[in-house]
């Protein structure tokens, strides 16, 4: 069965650090998205991406953050200077619809922020 | 806007029901319901359309009345493998359509 994956499934970065985390999406869907959950919290929207650019953003995605598809099959998020409270499991997602489908979400990257 | 969920969380023995509620303050075009099993990603359970659907999925079901913005889960017959925090995921009428909002999600426990 096809599945999203993510790398790294953890890391450790000391504050101010650039991360970057990986998804590969499931190779026909065409919504992709990034969710983060801090630890025991609700699952928070970050972006969404459609036909190679930001469809919907929150507020959470602040300069700090991007997003790019370099190559048509990964589907990066970056965090250019990470912070304590950037310490979360970052789930990315497909989709092959919207309004009709179901999202598939990856197994998460925990980043942990030192 | 968040939407809220209701009980927070709730303990069951095997075999009892559970409703868990989900209220939007703003107009909605779809309702999707996950479970999250302890350190892993949420899974998808089912999505309700505008319509007031009721959905069914074994022994778990979900009705959605967009005239008053919210849904319900229905777990019925709970087993052990229901335990999990649930979320809502809500889809406003004027999005842009591609963004799924959640939850504060309900833990649920069943126990034997």
């Known amino acids: 069965e096809p599945e999203v994956t993510q790398t790294p499934s953890h890391q450790v970065t000391q504050m101010g650090q650039e991360v970057i985390l990986r998804c590969v999406p499931i190779?026909?869907?065409?919504?992709f998205y990034w969710y983060r959950q801090i630890l025991g919290q609700k699952v928070e929207f970050l972006v969404s991406f459609y036909n190679n650019e930001i469809s919907e953003k929150s507020e959470i995605f602040d300069d700090q953050f991007s997003v790019e598809r370099p190559d048509g099959s990964n589907f990066t998020l970056k965090i250019r200077s990470t912070k304590l409270e950037d310490s979360a499991m970052y789930f990315c997602?497909?989709?092959?619809?919207?309004?009709?489908?179901?999202?598939?979400f990856g197994e998460g990257s925990r980043l942990t922020v030192l | 806007q968040q939407p809220v969920q209701s009980p927070q969380a709730v303990i069951l023995r095997e075999g009892e029901d559970a409703v868990i509620n989900c209220s939007s303050s703003k107009a909605l075009y779809s309702v999707h319901w996950y479970r999250q099993k302890h350190g892993e990603a949420p899974v998808f359970l089912m999505i309700l359309l505008k319509g007031g659907e009721q959905k069914g999925h074994d022994k778990i079901s979900a009705s959605f009345n967009e005239k008053k913005q919210q849904s319900s889960l229905y777990l019925t017959a709970s087993q052990l493998s229901y335990s999990g925090t649930y979320f809502c995921g809500t889809e406003g009428e004027k999005s842009s359509g591609d963004k799924l909002t959640f939850g504060t999600g309900t833990r649920l426990a069943v126990r034997p």
């Open positions: 997602a497909s989709a092959y619809s919207v309004n009709t489908g179901e999202l598939f």
């Open positions: 190779s026909n869907h065409l919504y």
